[in-house]
């Protein structure tokens, strides 16, 4: 890897690191509240499979490591984030959390998982994943627009938090100059997309 590939990469990890820890203070006020408020936790659950399939495209792809590594981080902490919004969402809301949990983050993943595996070898594998993380690297981006409902609702942003709007559209610029310099199709793509909302 080229200097400035890794050091735009080694940026890139930064940036998403503080991305995945940007909703920090949300959770902080879910704990100390004891309730998730009108706090949606698809964002969360998205990003959950998100990384989780960036991780094993990092991991099948040659010299993809800082794609896997800081997905790894990824998977961590949103792990943590859903796991605190069901203790602390309401009956129902733990229920609608629950079940799009088992099939996002376990059946999908698995699924998916499972058949670029035993169906699909090298590049193919690696388009398959990449092609499926791509896309759902676009839902993730728009998934904070769940609380565009709540935003408008209520006339206040609080619960569309600056701090994950902000670093995900860092994240994007950055991994997009990634993408570039790597040629990675999958990782330009997908995140090009949502990013030009921003523009």
Do not use: Q
């Not at 495209?57 to 993809?64: L, M, N, Q, R, T």
């Amino acid at each position: 890897m080229e200097p400035l590939t890794l050091f735009i990469g080694i940026i890139g990890n930064v940036i998403s690191v503080l991305m995945f820890l940007s909703p920090a203070g949300t959770f902080w006020r879910i704990v100390k509240n004891r309730s998730t408020e009108d706090f949606e936790g698809l964002p969360y659950i998205c990003t959950l499979l998100n990384a989780s399939l960036w991780t094993y495209y990092g991991v099948i792809k040659p010299g993809a490591y800082l794609v896997a590594t800081v997905n790894g981080f990824g998977i961590v902490v949103e792990i943590v984030y859903v796991a605190l919004f069901i203790t602390y969402a309401p009956r129902k809301m733990k229920v609608k959390t629950g079940t799009l949990v088992g099939i996002l983050n376990v059946g999908f993943l698995a699924a998916a998982m499972v058949v670029t595996w035993l169906a699909l070898e090298g590049e193919a594998r690696i388009d398959a994943i990449g092609f499926i993380s791509s896309a759902l690297n676009i839902v993730m981006y728009g998934s904070p627009l769940a609380a565009m409902k709540t935003v408008v609702t209520s006339k206040s942003v609080e619960y569309m938090p600056f701090l994950l709007s902000f670093f995900l559209f860092l994240n994007g610029g950055i991994w997009t100059f990634y993408a570039f310099l790597t040629k990675d199709l999958f990782l330009g793509v997908s995140i090009l997309m949502p990013f030009h909302h921003y523009l």
